[in-house]
Protein backbone atom coordinates (compact mmCIF):
# COMPACT_ATOMS: atom_id res chain seq x y z
CA UNK A 1 0.00 0.00 0.00
CA UNK A 2 2.59 2.65 0.77
CA UNK A 3 6.29 2.91 -1.08
CA UNK A 4 9.14 4.60 1.09
CA UNK A 5 12.54 6.02 -0.27
CA UNK A 6 15.11 7.16 1.60
CA UNK A 7 17.32 10.28 0.70
CA UNK A 8 20.33 12.51 2.34
CA UNK A 9 22.24 10.01 3.55
CA UNK A 10 26.49 10.50 2.65
CA UNK A 11 29.62 10.91 5.04
CA UNK A 12 30.30 13.51 7.55
CA UNK A 13 32.73 14.14 10.31
CA UNK A 14 32.34 14.09 14.07
CA UNK A 15 30.34 17.16 15.14
CA UNK A 16 28.87 17.95 11.75
CA UNK A 17 24.84 17.72 10.52
CA UNK A 18 23.35 15.58 8.07
CA UNK A 19 19.20 16.00 7.25
CA UNK A 20 17.71 12.91 5.43
CA UNK A 21 14.12 12.73 4.12
CA UNK A 22 11.51 10.32 3.07
CA UNK A 23 9.44 10.20 0.47
CA UNK A 24 6.08 8.05 0.56
CA UNK A 25 4.00 7.35 -1.99
CA UNK A 26 0.70 7.65 -0.64
CA UNK A 27 -0.83 8.94 2.43
CA UNK A 28 -3.23 5.96 4.70
CA UNK A 29 -4.59 6.68 7.58
CA UNK A 30 -4.27 3.56 9.27
CA UNK A 31 -0.50 3.94 8.89
CA UNK A 32 -0.07 7.83 10.18
CA UNK A 33 2.79 7.07 11.84
CA UNK A 34 6.38 6.96 10.61
CA UNK A 35 9.83 6.06 12.30
CA UNK A 36 13.20 6.75 11.78
CA UNK A 37 15.75 2.98 12.20
CA UNK A 38 19.13 2.80 11.85
CA UNK A 39 21.35 -0.93 11.21
CA UNK A 40 24.86 -0.99 11.80
CA UNK A 41 26.87 -4.05 10.42
CA UNK A 42 26.30 -7.01 12.93
CA UNK A 43 24.03 -5.07 14.91
CA UNK A 44 20.28 -5.41 15.42
CA UNK A 45 17.71 -2.72 13.64
CA UNK A 46 17.24 -0.03 16.39
CA UNK A 47 14.52 2.57 16.29
CA UNK A 48 15.82 6.05 16.51
CA UNK A 49 13.24 8.48 16.10
CA UNK A 50 9.08 8.60 15.58
CA UNK A 51 6.20 10.74 14.93
CA UNK A 52 2.28 10.38 14.13
CA UNK A 53 1.30 13.04 11.68
CA UNK A 54 -2.32 13.89 13.52
CA UNK A 55 -1.06 14.56 16.50
CA UNK A 56 2.66 15.62 15.77
CA UNK A 57 3.65 13.67 18.92
CA UNK A 58 7.01 12.52 18.49
CA UNK A 59 9.44 9.80 20.29
CA UNK A 60 13.59 9.72 20.82
CA UNK A 61 15.86 6.70 21.74
CA UNK A 62 17.78 8.18 24.48
CA UNK A 63 21.14 8.31 22.51
CA UNK A 64 19.73 10.75 20.22
CA UNK A 65 17.81 12.80 22.41
CA UNK A 66 19.03 16.56 21.84
CA UNK A 67 20.95 15.97 18.78
CA UNK A 68 18.30 14.60 16.55
CA UNK A 69 14.84 15.80 15.89
CA UNK A 70 12.30 14.09 13.70
CA UNK A 71 9.72 16.15 11.60
CA UNK A 72 6.97 15.38 9.23
CA UNK A 73 5.83 18.43 7.53
CA UNK A 74 3.10 16.92 5.24
CA UNK A 75 1.58 13.70 4.69
CA UNK A 76 4.06 12.67 2.55
CA UNK A 77 7.37 13.57 3.93
CA UNK A 78 9.49 12.69 6.63
CA UNK A 79 12.78 14.28 7.75
CA UNK A 80 15.33 13.51 10.59
CA UNK A 81 17.95 16.29 11.07
CA UNK A 82 20.69 15.01 12.73
CA UNK A 83 22.94 17.30 14.93
CA UNK A 84 26.88 16.81 16.67
CA UNK A 85 27.05 13.61 14.77
CA UNK A 86 29.17 11.01 16.52
CA UNK A 87 30.84 7.65 15.10
CA UNK A 88 28.55 5.32 16.96
CA UNK A 89 25.30 7.26 14.53
CA UNK A 90 27.02 5.65 11.22
CA UNK A 91 24.51 3.20 10.15
CA UNK A 92 21.76 2.42 7.74
CA UNK A 93 18.79 4.16 8.12
CA UNK A 94 15.61 3.41 7.42
CA UNK A 95 12.14 4.86 7.42
CA UNK A 96 8.57 3.19 7.98
CA UNK A 97 5.08 3.63 8.36
CA UNK A 98 2.90 2.07 11.08
CA UNK A 99 -0.05 2.50 13.07
CA UNK A 100 1.06 3.70 16.36
CA UNK A 101 3.74 5.55 18.03
CA UNK A 102 6.81 3.50 19.04
CA UNK A 103 10.24 2.30 18.43
CA UNK A 104 9.98 -1.39 17.92
CA UNK A 105 10.96 -2.64 14.63
CA UNK A 106 7.40 -5.12 14.94
CA UNK A 107 5.11 -1.90 14.85
CA UNK A 108 5.74 -1.21 11.72
CA UNK A 109 4.54 -2.50 8.61
CA UNK A 110 6.28 -0.48 5.17
CA UNK A 111 9.94 0.07 4.80
CA UNK A 112 12.51 1.60 2.83
CA UNK A 113 14.98 0.53 1.55
CA UNK A 114 17.59 2.60 3.51
CA UNK A 115 20.47 5.15 3.10
CA UNK A 116 23.70 5.21 4.28
CA UNK A 117 25.66 7.63 6.70
CA UNK A 118 28.59 7.39 7.85
CA UNK A 119 30.47 9.72 10.50
CA UNK A 120 34.34 9.91 10.60
CA UNK A 121 36.64 11.25 13.33
Known amino acids: QVQLVESGGGSVQTGGSLRLSCVAS????????MGWFRQAPGKEREGVAAICFGSQMRTYADSVKGRFTISQPNVNTLNLQMNTLKAEDTAVYYC???????????????WGQGTQVTVSS
Open 26 to 33: RYVYRYDC
Open 96 to 110: AAGSRLTLLVGGYDY
